[in-house]
């Protein structure tokens, strides 16, 4: 037998062992190498699903601009814009120039935007040049630039009236000064808009605005170079490179004037309003735009503080009246609290027998330092500031506590008048302040005349005629002062329930030397008669005066030639000298004479 070769055996158990180990090592790496291509395949699947599923289009194309791939996006667009089309269409028509000027510059990635259609689209080229091919991506960026453009009008125009705004005139005026350019501004401010706002309210003020902004922007597209700008509020502004002298400004300031003379349809309301404004020129006045409109706001405060409706170029001269103006307005606010207010008193006369039938209350200032200030210059400042308010409260307080207390003291009655300011006319607390002076005087209300004038009553006739009412209702007389100067819509007269016109002085003035006066003084007293109306004639001076006045059958009479304005001390001489008591005031209802019972009927009507 032959015998076991051990070392033979332990050589194959030695090979078998090693061929072993070799297949398992063999099976290790094959395991983790079919591991990594799943795995590999599984990112590929994967990052193949990204273009597949990106909402924006991506394309693939090679480097002759041939499409050779496009994702859903991409196909979705090209149909919704152009239904018929494949989607080569939508690549910019300079897709190759771009990818040449990439391979030429050894740069891999380039954007641009391009028009299709429409549309405006956002092109990114992503260029592979191992591959042969680029990856485009699209946008599309339509929304986004008409939000840019709507974003970008907004801040350069009023959302309103859709007239460019501050920043745009500012920009404008800025960039015109700097080229050394001669520029004007002019600031246009609405009077009286405050008063529509509290009165009608935000849309009614809109409307007006609206309305304004149209007929300024008609008229400026005949003015070369002319651009209207709304500032806020009420406040609007011309720029104008080329009206740059003096008179050329002037006219076009009376241009503006005149397009603001019709009426304005608000709230099914005729409305009448006027602008007041202010110009400032440049090199003349300064030559940088903060400089001219703080000018031009000078020039436009000015005549606001003038009572408004009109044009004022700046001159140096109105800063110091500047300073002032806010001084005196100051010192105006604490006069009635100072005890600097006093009333004067000029009597009206009844045409029938020269009696003194009541009295005018005019107030006066004393200014701790300059003295007494002219009516003509407080007035409106006090209108323009607000002061009226407190110092109309203060008139009326003290005309019915004086009146009352001449009745108490056994004199005898007479009206007196009150003349109440525009401001004062449409404050939402007026009637309340007449019926408190009233009731704490303890003056029966028949004794006090309140007197408005005639614009201010004109300017809106539905309140008027409403705030009138409820006057009337309180038992006061009512009278239309300055009458003749206003806006003289006649037809109106009969909606209110007003019980005298008070005839302006500036016709009775010159009714002696011109006769179109003359007829027109005869016309109202016959107007007054026609209508019931008592009809005074103010800044009657001479006999002449008083000898026409009579023939025409005026009823009552006030002016210099009777008497001035008188101090308390003064008029009460008048008074103590009238006989006994025997008349009251004349009280009408409209259309028909109603004398009190206890009333001596009023000569001129027996
Ligand atoms: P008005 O109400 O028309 O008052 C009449 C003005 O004419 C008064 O001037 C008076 O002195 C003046 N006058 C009277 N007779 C004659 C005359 O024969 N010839 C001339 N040349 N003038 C005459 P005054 O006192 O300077 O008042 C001016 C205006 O100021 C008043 O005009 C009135 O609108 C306003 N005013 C006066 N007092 C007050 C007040 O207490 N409150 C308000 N809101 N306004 C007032
Ligand atoms: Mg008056
Ligand atoms: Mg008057």
Redesign the pocket.
Known sequence: MQSIDMTEIAAWLAAISVVLLLLMNVGIVAWRILRRAHAAARIRRRLALFPERNPQPVLSVSFDGQVRYANPAARMLVTRLHPDATVDRLLPSDLSAHITALLNTGQSDSHWEYLYQASVLQCSVHCMEDLGVCHVYLKDMTAQHAAETLLGHHTLHDMLTGLPNQRAFNERLAATLADGAPAAVLLLHLDRFRALMETLGHTSGETLLSAVAKRLTGMMTRTPGGAVHRFEGALFAVFCPRLTDAASLADLAAQVKMLMLPAFHIDGRELYFSLSMGASRAPEDGSDAATLLRCADTALQHVKREGGDGFQSYVPALDAQSVERLELEHALTHSAARGELTL?Y?PQIRVGDGRMIGV????RWRHPTRGEIP??EF?PLAESSGA?VT??EW?LRTACERAQAWQAAGLPPITIA????PR?FRSSNLVQQVKTSLQQSGLDARWLEI?I?ESAAMHDIEQAAATLDRLKALGVQLAL??FGTGHSALAWLRRFPVDKL?L??SFV?TMEQDSANAAIVRAVVALGRELGLVVLA????DAGQLAMLRAMRCDQL????FS??LTEAQMLEWLAALPPQNATPVVKKRGEIYEHPTARVHPLRS
């Open positions: 004067r000029q005018e209350a005019l107030v009516l003509g007035i009226i110092i109309g008139v009150v003349n109440l300011s004062q007197e004038t002062d300055d008070k302006d002085q003035r103010e800044g009657v001076e006030q002016g210099y030639l001035k304005p």
